[in-house]
């Protein structure tokens, strides 16, 4: 079955950066692209950006630009983000989501399956 | 950005009830709406895309309908299982969720 698993949860100081990992199977990775949403505690959903897993292109959330990048690693059927210059605001639970459709971006599309969820805590 | 909003943003039933979620979109987004439903620590799950195609696996009592500005999801009698909170999404342009709305038991 289609499955995006996450990597572990992890704790930051302010101003680090974390990179978290997303490993597809169950489907041809090069034919869907991801997108990474977060929830910070007990709020609701932030689309961060989307990553062709076909050729690399990105689009990313306006308030993130320069803060963040998207990467897919092909041999291993695996997307990261990397966010930098952490604040305590982006304490949050981070999740990767495929695109439904094939070869297609956010646009007209909707997220599914979804990762588990990835816990960034960000303290000093 | 096309901003969401939903309302209510929290409601109690009881199991049996119709339930009915409203979605607005701050400009018209066409029929690119998306339902989801979330449960305390789990990832969400899609339910409704493209406004009323019912995923599949998705009980054939949750609905959706609505274009342009103006959405709902209806849950025909409400179950259990149905207790949990529900965001909009828009596709029309970069994705952005509504609020959600929090479905509890009465």
């Known amino acids: 079955q289609v499955q995006l698993v996450q990597s572990g949860a992890e704790v930051k100081k302010p101003g680090a950066s974390v990179k978290v990992s997303c490993k597809a199977s169950?489907?041809?990775?090069?034919?869907?692209?991801i997108s990474w949403v977060r929830q910070a505690p007990g709020q609701g959903l932030e689309w961060m950006g989307w990553?062709?897993?076909?050729?690399?292109?990105?689009n990313y959330a306006q308030n993130l630009q320069g803060r963040v990048t998207m990467t897919t690693d092909t041999s291993t059927s695996t997307a990261y983000m990397e966010l930098r210059s952490l604040r305590s605001d982006d304490t949050a639970v981070y999740y990767c989501?495929?695109?439904?459709?094939?070869?297609?971006?956010?646009?007209?599309?909707?997220?599914?399956?979804w990762g588990q969820g990835t816990l960034v805590t960000v303290s000093s | 950005d096309i901003q969401m909003t939903q309302s209510p943003s929290s409601l109690s039933a009881s199991v049996g009830d119709r339930v009915t979620i409203t979605c607005r979109a701050s400009?018209?987004?066409?029929?690119?709406l998306n339902w989801y439903q979330q449960k305390p620590g789990k990832a969400p799950k899609v339910l409704i895309f493209?406004?009323?195609s019912l995923q599949s696996g998705v009980p054939s009592r949750f609905s959706g309908s609505g274009s342009g500005t103006d959405f709902t999801l209806t849950i025909s009698s409400l179950q259990p299982e149905d207790f949990a909170t529900y965001y909009c999404?828009?596709?029309?342009?970069?994705?952005?969720f509504g609020p959600g709305t929090k479905v509890d038991i009465k």
């Open positions: 400009q018209s987004i066409s029929s690119y």
């Open positions: 999404q828009q596709s029309y342009s970069n994705p952005t």
């Open positions: 989501a495929r695109g439904a459709i094939q070869f297609r971006p956010p646009l007209f599309n909707w997220f599914d399956p």
């Open positions: 493209a406004t009323s």
């Open positions: 990553i062709s897993a076909y050729n690399g292109n990105t």
């Open positions: 169950g489907y041809t990775f090069t034919t869907y692209g």
